[in-house]
């Protein structure tokens, strides 16, 4: 029996687990103490080992036949194939005909190739990723309020120490469940506030005194965080001298909050106002300048995913710094990033406007210096793309052809059934996964890759701190890395740039790029992780981790936080009388994503086996549906099918639909694209609806 240290496939947690190959070559995975999950692990993570062996795992390239089935190829017609067609769709509509949809699923070596490839092999500006879905909107608020996007700028361990925590739109308990013995220090002070329309599993975690549960509306958040900031200027608890030697803008935002009283809060959020003095009482109370142990606040994708989710995250900025919480001791502002590589997925240039080591690709000097990193002329590297939901509009027109690399768009991206449509018209769609999805179905050559236990390569976790994602087995034979894959693609399309094919020495390139970047890698190597003693970014050459962030400067030239005053928004598809309710979406448990690979473990589809609509017993009633029932979810966009769920959790005015599913339950065959002006994330959590038995 061979044993490897590493972590689970999923999510931003990257829980910390054992791989253990047996003599008969079975992968079994057991927990492993890290301090993120505390040697806990939750059934996607117990269950991750299954995917490796999946009966229907790809294993060779496939070509889609004149009779529109994939056929299996061989590499070396699956490459000629694909840059004849990129050839021939660039020649005839220039070199943005071909755009390339990355994903925080890949390892940091893998996300910054493929932004090299795009830019260089490719020559396109148009490159985004699913992590456009996903975080955006906190990146975006950080960057413009703390002056750097780290999704927590302190170790997780923080939150334990902490005395009050505010979680914004987050179910961690279902999307982190090891995350939740770090809450158990505010849940025995009284100070966890949760805030969702829902009583989900962490709702229930305020249950019995350890905290409350405000319950808005939803995509009201903005205007409850108006709220509790004017309570804490109204009872004195702002943090002056913080205030007034960390920050600027304090003015401005004093001023706007003055229009937003508890009572009017009330009125459009749902919250009563007694609920809006004791929340803000509570973080008031841990926080440092009153002497308490200290505060949090954390915002997940339930305020977010919304079209003002950049003004939201300004807002609870703006909070924190009104107590004075960023850089303070267990304390401070964070989101939760949500994919494995969600963080350094957003760090290494598959952003639209970004270069390696979090530049701008606008920006003279950060090309210069990127330029000479890839050998290249500055000009060479196009200019700036679109986002995710932009680039995923212009397929079929602007764009002709398509890479995917680890994402699921047609079950994942907002309204569905347009993207479906458009998906179709494309020339060539060139998929890269190990396992056929909803999006393979759409491909015309799918490329077979290797699994997470199957290479080597990094992740940069939700705390900014950057992980060894180790090899425990080889991949089955025909598959291919999708660094091999992209260094060979590159040459086939006459690049003269250099694409590694082994991930240490990707990595030392990537390091060497992200030198004196935001996020610089340049101290770090593969085999400098190999200690886990824990490096969390920026690490510069000769430099050390950096752990706690803006605990003496933010991220701006002038060291401040530069508070910005947002005023609340509503929900762009918002209700009318045909469309009197709001569908909410989100996640389960024991699925993940668009459920390409826990759709296919049995232990997790008998424990979720099918989408539903989560509805309360009072507007059940209005509509006669019954526990069971089939019942639809229109919107203008289109309707979802789904058996109903009642639940006294959900408010009366909402229903809730994961969006795990393909088929008549997919949720995003309802939901809105409309994106934030800043982030460009789309509205997943809140459209208005008709619903009704079917
Ligand atoms: N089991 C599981 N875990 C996962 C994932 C998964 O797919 N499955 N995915 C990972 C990824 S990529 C991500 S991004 C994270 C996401 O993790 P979370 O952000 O925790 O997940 P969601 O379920 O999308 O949304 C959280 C909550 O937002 C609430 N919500 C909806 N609308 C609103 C609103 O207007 N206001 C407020 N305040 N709340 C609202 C929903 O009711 C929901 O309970 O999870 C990661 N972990
Ligand atoms: N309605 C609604 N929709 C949502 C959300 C929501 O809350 N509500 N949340 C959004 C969010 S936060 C996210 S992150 C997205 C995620 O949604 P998707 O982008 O669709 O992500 P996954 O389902 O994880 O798809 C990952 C695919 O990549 C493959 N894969 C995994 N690792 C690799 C790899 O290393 N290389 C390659 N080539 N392939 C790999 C997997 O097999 C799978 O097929 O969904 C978004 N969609
Ligand atoms: S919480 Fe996330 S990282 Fe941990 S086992 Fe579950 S899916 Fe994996
Ligand atoms: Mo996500």
């Not at 949809?101 to 020559?123: D, H, M, P, V």
């Not at 009283?261 to 440092?288: D, H, I």
Request: net charge negative; aromatic share 6%; hydrophobic share 40%.
């Amino acid at each position: 029996m061979s044993r490897t240290d590493t972590h689970c496939p999923y999510c931003a947690l990257q829980c910390g687990m054992h791989l253990d190959v047996t003599e008969t070559g079975d992968v079994e995975v057991s927990p492993r103490d890290f301090p993120t999950n505390m040697g806990g692990l939750c059934q996607k993570g117990w269950t991750s080992a299954r995917v490796l062996t999946l009966p229907d795992r790809i294993t060779t390239p496939l070509i889609r036949s004149e009779s529109g089935e994939l056929e299996p190829a061989t590499w070396d017609e699956a490459m000629c194939f694909i840059a004849e067609k990129v050839r021939s769709i660039q020649g005839k509509h220039g070199r943005d005909a071909v755009g390339v949809f990355g994903s925080g699923a890949l390892t940091n070596e893998k996300a910054y190739q493929l932004g090299k490839f795009a830019r260089l092999a490719l020559g396109t500006r148009f490159i985004d990723y699913n992590g456009r879905f996903c975080m955006s909107s906190a990146a975006a608020g950080a960057n413009r309020t703390l002056g750097l996007d780290r999704g927590l700028p302190f170790p997780l361990s923080d939150v334990g120490e902490a005395d009050a925590l505010l979680l914004l739109g987050s179910n961690v308990a279902d999307t982190m469940p090891p995350l939740v013995q770090h809450l158990g220090g505010v849940r025995d002070a009284g100070g966890l506030v949760v805030v969702d329309p829902r009583h989900s599993a962490t709702a229930a975690l305020t249950d019995n005194g350890a905290g409350i549960h405000l319950q808005p509306l939803p995509g009201s958040d903005l205007a409850l965080l108006l709220g509790l900031v004017h309570i804490v200027i109204a009872q004195g608890w702002s943090d002056q001298e913080y205030l007034e030697t960390r920050t600027s803008g304090w003015e401005e935002v004093r001023r706007s909050v003055t229009l937003w009283w508890p009572a009017r809060v009330a009125a459009r959020t749902g919250v009563p106002e007694e609920l809006l003095y004791a929340a803000a009482e509570v973080l008031a109370k841990a926080s440092p300048s009153q002497r308490g142990k200290g505060t949090v606040i954390l915002t997940g994708r339930g305020v977010e995913q919304h079209t003002d989710g950049t003004d939201t995250v300004t807002a609870a900025i703006n909070l924190a710094l009104a107590l004075g919480l960023p850089g303070r001791p267990h304390s401070g502002y964070g989101c939760l990033t949500g994919q494995g590589n969600g963080q350094g997925g957003r760090e290494h240039g598959q952003k639209a406007d970004q270069l390696p080591g979090y530049r701008s690709i606008e920006d003279p000097a950060s090309r210069d210096q990127v330029a000479a990193v890839w050998g290249v002329d500055p000009a060479a590297i196009p200019g700036k793309g679109v986002p995710a939901v932009e680039l995923l509009g212009k397929l079929g027109t602007e764009i002709r052809g398509l890479f995917v690399h680890g994402a699921n768009p047609v079950v994942s991206a907002p309204d569905v059934g347009t993207l479906q449509q458009r998906m179709r018209s494309l020339d060539l769609v060139v998929v890269c996964d190990f396992l056929p999805s909803e999006t393979t179905s759409y491909a015309h050559v799918v490329l077979p890759v290797a699994q997470w236990a199957e290479e080597e390569g990094t992740m940069t976790n939700l705390e900014g701190r950057i992980l060894r994602r180790r090899k425990a087995i080889d991949p089955p034979p025909g598959v291919r890395s999708e660094l091999e894959i992209l260094a060979e693609l590159a040459d086939r399309l006459n690049s003269k740039a250099r694409f590694g094919t082994e991930p240490a020495d990707v990595f030392d390139e990537l390091a060497h790029a992200s030198a004196g970047g935001k996020a610089d890698y340049s101290g770090l190597s593969h085999a400098r992780l190999d200690d886990e003693s824990g490096y969390y970014w920026p690490v510069p050459a000769g430099g050390a981790s950096t752990p706690r962030i803006f605990t003496k400067r933010f991220g701006h030239d002038d060291g401040l936080a530069h508070m910005v005053a947002v005023r609340p928004g509503t929900p762009e598809d918002d209700l009318r009388p045909e469309a009197p309710v709001y569908l909410v979406t989100g996640r389960v448990l024991t699925q993940y994503q668009s459920g390409a690979q826990t759709r296919r473990v049995s232990e997790l589809t008998k424990a979720a086996p099918e989408s539903f609509v989560e509805l309360h017993p009072t507007l059940a009633q209005r509509y006669q549906i019954e526990e069971g029932d089939m019942m639809s979810v229109e919107s203008v966009r289109g309707r979802i099918v789904a058996f109903a769920r009642i639940s006294r959790g959900i408010r009366p005015d909402t229903v809730f639909v994961p969006f795990h599913w393909a088929g008549e339950g997919s949720a995003n065959l309802a939901t809105n694209d409309a994106t934030d002006p800043i982030s460009g994330m789309p509205e997943f959590k809140v459209c208005a609806v008709q619903i009704g038995k079917v």
